[in-house]
Nanobody
Framework: QVQPVESGGGSVHAGGSLRLSCTAPGLSSMRCAVLWYRQNDGKRREWVASRTSGGGTDYADSVRDRFTVSEDKGNDTVYLQVTSLKPEDTGMYSC?????WGQGTQVTVSS
């Protein structure tokens, strides 16, 4: 069983940046995608970005050119660098590893 752990969220002003982390033991050797989602109060969960099973990256149109996925295989961690943040980026950001969810990390962006 995989137990991803997210961290790195916080409160920032519009235009700010954060680096979110998704860590799971053995993640670097898993042959599955790492998916980042976010959910704001009252809204459905929205896919944001992925590290694909082939090691590539993919992004939702709403975050393309502002968010970047990277990986530190030595630390079994996938990062989501979020920049040029907007108030509409506010939400609980969670990662999904091999269909297992972490608890999420909150990102709050004020105008």
């Amino acid at each position: 069983q995989v137990q991803p752990v997210e961290s790195g969220g916080g409160s920032v002003h519009a235009g700010g940046s954060l680096r979110l982390s998704c860590t799971a033991p053995g993640l670097s050797s898993m042959r599955c995608a790492v998916l980042w989602y976010r959910q704001n109060d009252g809204k459905r969960r929205e896919w944001v970005a992925s590290r694909t099973s082939g090691g590539g990256t993919d992004y939702a149109d709403s975050v393309r050119d502002r968010f970047t996925v990277s990986e530190d295989k030595g630390n079994d961690t996938v990062y989501l660098q979020v920049t040029s943040l907007k108030p509409e980026d506010t939400g609980m950001y969670s990662c999904n590893v091999c269909n297992f969810w972490g608890q999420g990390t909150q990102v709050t962006v004020s105008s």
